[in-house]
Each structure stands twice: as structure tokens, then as C-alpha cells.
């Protein structure tokens, strides 16, 4: 079978390697890998910024937006052979530590956690991969042509369950979320945003083109303005931020309603400073009472929510996010996005 490898730590080392097919076995589903999503994670592991080959090993299996069908499952496993499967993306740390142990490995306390794809373990970039059963979640046959979007939408799953958790401190009745950024996970927030009944705004640079169509499709409200004025009109009680650009970060934090909770997704470039009025920050913060939370990553209890979530979806919403499918052979093609770009997928087979 063909896989995407690279040599993690290394730029220009991406490339389609044979390797030899797995065999079935009695502990693992047996999968045929349909697709997986490619994203900035992808692309900054073939830039050769991070990633971890597998211990005694130089190269990496990509691929974390899994998408595939079962082969074969093993007896006794929920599975069944043809049943349309994602797997999941990070394994809790060998330790454990007390979050890993019980079963929150997205919020692992010692950073040993592995992850496939990224970190000590070979990613979903494969024809074949084989995967454990607790680590495999089944999708609904409708999504054959969109499963990979489930891991970024896993992602937004966890974030929104950060908001309902700090909004329950108290009384909560949330009417108004603002979505910074229109990419995959700015739009598949706005999803879950519509799908809990919210007045759903997203807000992105761009005056043309796929997003923007996205949004209104979803019976969401698109601006361009700047954050401050947006917000500011808004007074959002909600806010997911997904672009990590301090200055959105920042406005949007200041502009929020009064019991605001701003939920941070974007992971930004350390290095750039901008000047803040950090005492109006303050302020704002603490006399309405709000809530700034950092969110990453996702654990079953999130791909669970997430399928059900695009279980529900319409499928040809759910197709407009993806923007080219581009077949394995052609990988490269994959690695330079394009202004109007949501989600690039790879074709595996
Ligand atoms: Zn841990």
C-alpha cells in the first residue's frame, strides 16, 4: 500500500512511500483509508517546523482527518466490515496523569500524550490503517464524501462544551455568538452555532467567494468590518475565536455582552506584539463578569458529539467546505493552499 510519509524536523521530505499492508488482527479494525483532510498542522509538519517519527524510526505516516471503511472488525467489537469510520487523533500518555486517566487525554497535564500523524505515531495518510476499536468512531453512511471534516469538527465540539460548562456557573441563556474567522473550524462552530438555535455571526477579512457563500448558506450573518465595530454592534455572548490573530483576540475579548465567554482556537505565532489597553482589558473583564478560555484538541466524548452534530447536517452544506479533493499521487498540490481554500482533502484510493 502507498502512504504519505515525511521525516519529520525536515522540509522537502514528503513523499509516497510503499509499505507493506497491514495484517487483520483479533485487537484492531482493519480499515481502507477513503480520505483524509489536510490542514495547517499538515502543512507546517512537511515545512519541517515539528513533529515525531515513531520511536526507532526516521519517518512519519501523515494524515489526522481521517476517513475510512471497515475491512475488518474484529468478533466482539462494535464494528462491522463496511461501516464508514474516523479515527481518533491523540492516545493519553503512558503515565498517565489524572486527566489521561480518566479519559480526558485532550486536556493531558505532562505532554506525553502521542498523537497519529503528528506525534510518535503513524497518521491515517495510508490506504490501509489499522486502528484500536476504543479509538474508532462510526459515522453515518450519508457523510461517505464528507467524514474527514469530523476531527476539525471534534475541535469545535470541545470548544462549545468549554462554553456550556463555564456558562453553567450561573444563570445562562446565550442568545448571540460571534465566529472570528471563516475557515473549517469558524464555520463548523457556526454549524453547532445554528444547530443549538443561536443568532450566528461570522466574521472574516475576505469581501468575496466560498466562506462567505458558506455562511449565508447555513442562515448565518457574514462581516467584514472590523472586529471592534462588529462586536462592539454585537455585544456577543458568545464568542469563538479561530483566527489566533492577537488583534481579533483582543477586540473581540472587549466587545463581548456582559457574562461574555470568548473561547480561543486559533494557535498563534509567538513574536508579534501589539500595544492593548490592558487596564480597559481588566476592567471589562471583571465588571462583566466574563470568561476568556483556551480550547484544543478532543477526546471521545467530543467525537461523539461530533458525529452526532454532522449526523444532523445537511450533506451538501457540508460539501461546499470542501473546496478541492485532490487525488494521493498529486499530494503536493494539497500542500499550497489557495485564497478561497476551506478544506483541501487527499483521495486515498
Ligand atoms: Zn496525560
Redesign the pocket.
Given at each position: 500500500m502507498r502512504a504519505l510519509t515525511v521525516q519529520p524536523g525536515t522540509a522537502g521530505t514528503a513523499e509516497l512511500t510503499d509499505l507493506p499492508d497491514p495484517t487483520p488482527s483479533d485487537q484492531r479494525l482493519l480499515v481502507e483509508g477513503l480520505a483524509v483532510g489536510v490542514c495547517g498542522t499538515d502543512r507546517e509538519i512537511i515545512a519541517g517546523d515539528y513533529g515525531w517519527a515513531p520511536p526507532g524510526r526516521d519517518r512519519l505516516v501523515l494524515g489526522h482527518e481521517s476517513l475510512g471503511r471497515v475491512q475488518h472488525a474484529p468478533p466482539g467489537s462494535d464494528f462491522h466490515d463496511g461501516d464508514l469510520v474516523v479515527g481518533v487523533v491523540r492516545r493519553?500518555?503512558p503515565?498517565?496523569?489524572g486527566?489521561?486517566a480518566h479519559g480526558e487525554?485532550d486536556m493531558?497535564?505532562?505532554g506525553?500524550?502521542t498523537e497519529r500523524g503528528i506525534k510518535e505515531l503513524d497518521g491515517y495518510a495510508a490506504q490501509l490503517w489499522t486502528v484500536e476499536p476504543d479509538y474508532a468512531v462510526r459515522l453515518d453512511p450519508r457523510l461517505t464524501e464528507v467524514g474527514m471534516l469530523m476531527e476539525p469538527t471534534t475541535v469545535v465540539a470541545k470548544a462549545w462544551e468549554q462554553v456550556d460548562t463555564i456558562g453553567a456557573r450561573s444563570f445562562y441563556d446565550p442568545r448571540r455568538v460571534l465566529i472570528t474567522g471563516a475557515g473549517p473550524i469558524g464555520l463548523l462552530a457556526a454549524l453547532l452555532g445554528i444547530q443549538r438555535g443561536l443568532d450566528v455571526h461570522v466574521l472574516d477579512r475576505i469581501t468575496a467567494g466560498p466562506k462567505i457563500d458558506a455562511v449565508t448558506a447555513l442562515g448565518a450573518t457574514y462581516h467584514h468590518d472590523p472586529v471592534d465595530e462588529v462586536a462592539g454592534k454585537l455585544q456577543p455572548d458568545v464568542v469563538i475565536e479561530a483566527t489566533g490573530a492577537g488583534s481579533v483576540v483582543f477586540d473581540a475579548i472587549a466587545n463581548t455582552a456582559a457574562y461574555g465567554i470568548t473561547c480561543l482556537t486559533g494557535v498563534s505565532t509567538p513574536g508579534r506584539r501589539l500595544s492593548i489597553d490592558a487596564g480597559a482589558q481588566n476592567r471589562e473583564i471583571v465588571l462583566d463578569n466574563d470568561v476568556v478560555v483556551g480550547s484544543v484538541n478532543a477526546n471521545l466524548r467530543h467525537y461523539h458529539t461530533a458525529a452526532d452534530a454532522l449526523g444532523k447536517a445537511d450533506v451538501d452544506w457540508l460539501r461546499r467546505l470542501i473546496t478541492r479533493r485532490v487525488p494521493l499521487e498529486k499530494f503536493t498540490d494539497a500542500l499550497t493552499a489557495h485564497p478561497d481554500d476551506i478544506k483541501v482533502v487527499l483521495t486515498l484510493s
Open positions: 493519553p500518555d503515565v498517565p496523569c486527566a489521561c487525554f493531558c497535564r505532562n506525553r500524550y
